[in-house]
């Protein structure tokens, strides 16, 4: 079945580092992707996504290129502040029968200190 | 207020006990998730409605069931709770492609 592959964390980084929280996918067909955020004591908020090959979704700062040669959407940002700590989700839309759900990564916890 | 609403947020209880977890919406969408998120797990569905009259179970149903009781209100079920429930719930809601979830309601089952 789909699935997704995200870097395990946790990822522990200063303030204005550079970010990469990696991705990759299997997934029959041609799955949109996304990126979820949930900031502590809170549900997932979407932050990005891209719903087809070389499309990049990009938010806060954030960007992420949905690669379909190496099957991956690996999230980017250059300067990260300590408002960015959170975990991060990879998830893609995948079918169950003929319904369209989705399917999450394991989830990457990211801090970011002062 | 918050689109999606989930009642308790927290929640001790006691092997083999009765729970319900309640979410309601102010979004107006059709369709309905109930997750679970374990660490180190992500998300998994439990169940999912695209309408009233419309249930379906997810990847790890077992041990769970549902009641749309309206568009706004999907309830979470727990008929005998067991220790492995012990997890944080997520209800969501989904419109134009995207979930919004709740703050999710945290359950401990002693």
């Known amino acids: 079945g789909d699935s997704v592959t995200q870097m395990e964390g946790p990822v522990t980084l200063s303030e204005e580092a550079f970010l990469t929280i990696n991705c990759t996918y299997t997934?029959?067909?041609?799955?949109?992707l996304f990126w979820y955020v949930q900031y502590p004591g809170e549900g997932l908020q979407l932050l990005l996504k891209?719903?087809?090959?070389?499309d990049k979704g990009s938010n806060k700062g954030f960007e992420a290129t949905y690669r379909k040669e190496t099957t991956s959407f690996h999230l980017e940002k250059g300067s990260v502040q300590v408002s960015d700590s959170a975990v991060y989700f990879c998830?893609?839309?995948?079918?169950?029968?003929?319904?369209?759900?989705?399917?999450f990564g394991s989830g990457t916890q990211l801090t970011v200190l002062p | 207020d918050a689109d999606v609403t989930q009642t308790p947020r927290n929640r001790i209880t006691k092997t083999g006990k009765r729970i319900m977890l309640e979410c309601s919406q102010t979004?107006?969408?059709?369709?309905m998730y109930w997750y679970r998120q374990d660490p180190g797990l992500g998300l998994r569905l439990i169940y999912y409605?695209?309408?009233?009259?419309?249930?379906n179970k997810g990847e790890i149903s077992d041990g769970y069931s549902v009641s749309r009781q309206a568009q706004a209100k999907f309830s979470l079920s727990l008929e005998s709770a067991i220790p492995n429930q012990t997890a944080l719930y997520f209800c969501?809601?989904?419109?134009?492609?995207?979930?919004?979830f709740g703050e999710g309601s945290r359950l401990t089952v002693l």
């Open positions: 998830a893609l839309t995948s079918y169950s029968g003929s319904a369209r759900q989705l399917t």
């Open positions: 997934a029959t067909g041609y799955p949109s």
């Open positions: 891209a719903t087809k090959a070389d």
């Open positions: 979004k107006g969408h059709d369709r």
């Open positions: 409605s695209f309408d009233v009259k419309d249930i």
């Open positions: 969501a809601t989904q419109g134009a492609g995207e979930l919004f």
